[in-house]
């Protein structure tokens, strides 16, 4: 990329996945300038932490951007930014909790910040997506569960031990009769994940003889993916299923409302990739169960960040919350 | 009171009620200096204004704290921190909205903070009472309604129009039968309010022949009030009424501790003065329903605000917002 069209500050993201750890270069607008990616896999995570500092100072001296970088940002699994540690990740090969900040700003001599994948979502969102400008946001991040962002007056809410926005165990009358693997009941992630979604599937099959192309799939090819084609082609029981989840969205939604007043609730993640057919039933659902304060200020939006991009850019993006 | 006993800076809180105003120098640790009250009643806005100007001028001086005053802050129904107007009140003698801090601003050349009743009740029990040396915290305000004021990361929510912490209107199952003001069911306010403990009341007493000392009240007499009087006396039903209310508010406190991940949840108001009557089924109700990131780790307490100077200092702490 000609460094002539990139806008300074720079900084660096990480993407640490149980499989991979991927990093980027990234200007102030969200634009890459390099990447780079190795497996995460390594005998103990100090050896990892030197490997990805090499790593990034060899790719920082190759873009010339020496003495550019305003800091570093890693997105990573039950990531805590008030501790600047891992706490008890599951799907890393290495013991929790991990010292991660420290550990790279030692390395560095950079400003490290951690944080988990939906505030790291959120904050991207603002820095370089649909909350460009927002300062009152709530980010859903509908994955293989359900995670959030709240974005109020301008600043990430943490909370006391950085567990505030846990929305996706915020329990609900729709979801009553599902098991959260939290260990309740009633969990919006019980609907609005892409396990949820699964599961809305198989109840609405049972449920009825209705025809739908579902019905012709292989029981292993039946997933929140498969769900989604299917309601694109039109298959009327598949568009039901994205019309309840949009609902219980909306009527989430609305509770969520009366915590932060937001401007906008955007979705981010796998499910969200069914747009206006979760989207329209949750802005009627809003309408419909939001107190008369919130009713109509609320915009929806689907994110606006790269999808392929979206886990480099959030971390990338986390050197700018504001606290 | 000897001035050698008080602590800098000082502020002038206002409480601006539908009958009367009232106003004081309070120092930075909630002692009230010099004070004063006078009906609110007035021909126009414009000419309370320019009585409580004159009012707070001769205060200070009397009390020789000309220029050692911080700023002055109004708690006042319906008043909006973002605006710094009043907006739709009903219960004041004139019309909204009223430009509340321009016009004092303007008379005293000082800085005004208004903000409604909850949220200068949360800044209030920050300032001088439970929540001191907190900064993640919900207020909330138990009386004629519920109200609320969340603290977060050290900030007061406002949010994108200063509509934050309504969660007095949070709906929950445990009052889907209950009618609220706002046109819609379900409601915490329904349940946890002044009006929603009678309505339980009346339910229990309709519901069953079961002995009260409340069945002898004359029906004009049943109140929150007298509900907590027999409660406290150990009447079997009243008390069955705050155990209700408190699971309730257990329950919601679950709920809302998904948001924000709060220290501590404050009960402040009228209906609060029960005290462990709603505590202790409050902390019961949480342990069963919270989140494990939350459960054991939020601390249930009554406002540590001297009941009878509450809203004049909780206006009085306003100045000490950070946003």
């Known amino acids: ?27 102030s607008v969200g634009h890459i300038v390099r990447r780079g990616v190795f497996p995460t896999e390594t005998p103990t995570v100090k050896v990892w932490a030197d490997r990805l500092s090499r790593e990034i ?15 570093v940002g890693i997105g990573a699994p039950c990531a805590n930014a008030v501790t600047g540690c891992i706490e008890a990740a599951t799907d890393l090969p290495w013991p929790s909790p991990i010292p991660l900040s420290q550990m790279l700003e030692s390395r560095l001599g950079l400003h490290v ?12 969102e603002m820095t370089y997506g649909a909350a460009a400008g927002l300062r009152n946001f709530i980010v859903l991040t509908l994955g293989t569960g359900v995670g959030s962002g709240i974005v109020c007056d301008g600043h990430l809410l ?4 950085g567990f505030a926005g846990e929305l996706g165990h ?6 009553a009769d599902r098991q959260c693997g939290c260990g309740r009941k009633g969990c919006l992630q019980t609907v609005a994940s892409a396990k949820g979604i699964l599961e809305t599937t198989l109840r609405m099959l049972e449920s009825s003889d209705r025809p739908s192309s579902l019905r012709d799939l292989p029981v292993g090819e039946l997933s929140a993916k498969t769900v989604d084609i299917a309601a694109r082609r039109g298959d009327a029981l598949a568009r039901e299923v994205y019309d309840f989840t949009g609902r219980c969205l909306g009527q989430a939604a609305a509770e969520f ?6 401007e906008a609730i955007i ?7 069914a747009g206006d057919l979760l989207l329209d039933p949750m802005r009627e659902a809003f309408s419909a169960s939001a107190l008369h304060l919130y009713r109509d200020r609320v915009r929806f939006l689907l994110s606006g960040v790269r999808d392929s991009d979206a886990a480099i850019l959030g971390a990338a993006s986390l050197p700018y919350i504001k606290y």
Do not use: K
Not at 9 to 23: C, E, K, Y
Not at 170 to 175: D, L, M, N, S, Y
Not at 257 to 262: G, I, K, M, T
Not at 267 to 273: D, E, H, I, N, P
């Open 267 to 273: 979705l981010f993640g796998g499910v969200a990739r």
């Open 257 to 262: 409302a009366s915590f932060a007043d937001p």
């Open 158 to 161: 943490t909370g006391a031990r």
């Open 57 to 71: 100072e060899a790719m920082v001296a190759e873009a010339g951007l020496d003495d550019q970088i305003d800091g």
């Open 113 to 124: 910040t951690v944080s988990n994948d939906a505030n790291a979502a959120a904050i991207g």
């Open 170 to 175: 915020v329990t609900f009358p729709f979801a």
């Open 1 to 27: 990329m000609d460094t002539e069209s990139l806008y300074p500050p720079f900084t660096v993201g990480v993407d640490l996945g149980g499989t991979t750890t991927a990093f980027a270069i990234v200007d």
